[in-house]
């Protein structure tokens, strides 16, 4: 029911951090993979996943440009299981937050989230099957500080996932998302290495620890493979417990 046997995965932002560590475990489920990268930086992810014994191939676009997806997608061959990992974060109180870092941090957090599922969605549709995972946030949830832009970029991918579960899952195609809680990767770095930040948040989560990467891969898992194919417009917390809280 958890075999990823036979299917395709193709990861956005798969260098680093949770992309990196769900295109290993997608490969370790059975899935050959294809590694997006912003740059054709991807040798050490690459060798990782090469040593689970999958395929694996490469498809690099820089996501700032989303206007470049569709295009750019025709490139890709058949995808079964589409993760929405890219991201960035950019941090400025909301009075003085730059447009420009407002506007970067949707394009990549949200436009081209939307555009690669409508790329990809649409031949899956053809197909009558696939899946689709976005990572989402706590703040798809909660509003969090000085980072506007992010939040509303998050909120946005909850409500996209919704509406394309709606639409799409009569046809066979499950479009869920995983919010990850505090996960200790580039992303995160400023708060986990800040002496004051980081124990104030690892005292809220309940696990009592932050999480790593990998935590991530059972999640992925199961909305990637037949044991989720009747959960739809689902944001599956990984957290800790941070949302219970
Ligand atoms: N860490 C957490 O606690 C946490 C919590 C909730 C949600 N998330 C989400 O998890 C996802 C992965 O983040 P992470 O924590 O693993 O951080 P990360 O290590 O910084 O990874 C982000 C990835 O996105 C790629 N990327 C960024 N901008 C891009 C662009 N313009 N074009 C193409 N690729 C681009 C990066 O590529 P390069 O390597 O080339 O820069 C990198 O591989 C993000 O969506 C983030 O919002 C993280």
Redesign the pocket.
Known sequence: MFSLEGRTALV????????RALAVGLATAGADLVL????D?LDEVEAEVRKTGRQVSRWI????DPGRIPEAAERLGRIDVLVN?????RRAPAAEHPYAAFREVLD??LDAIFLLSQAIGARMLARGSGKIIT????LSFQGGVNVAG?TAA?HAVAGLTRALACEWAASGVQVNAI??????????ERLWDDPVREPEIRARIPAGRW?D?EDLVGAAVFLASSASDYVNGHLLAVDGGWLAR
């Open positions: 956005t932002g798969a260098r680093t951090g949770i992309g997006h990268g912003r740059n930086d676009l820089d996501l700032s990992n890219a991201g960035i974060i990549v957090n990572i989402a946030s706590m992010y998050k919010a990850p809680g505090y996960i200790k990767t580039g992303n995160t999480g990467p």
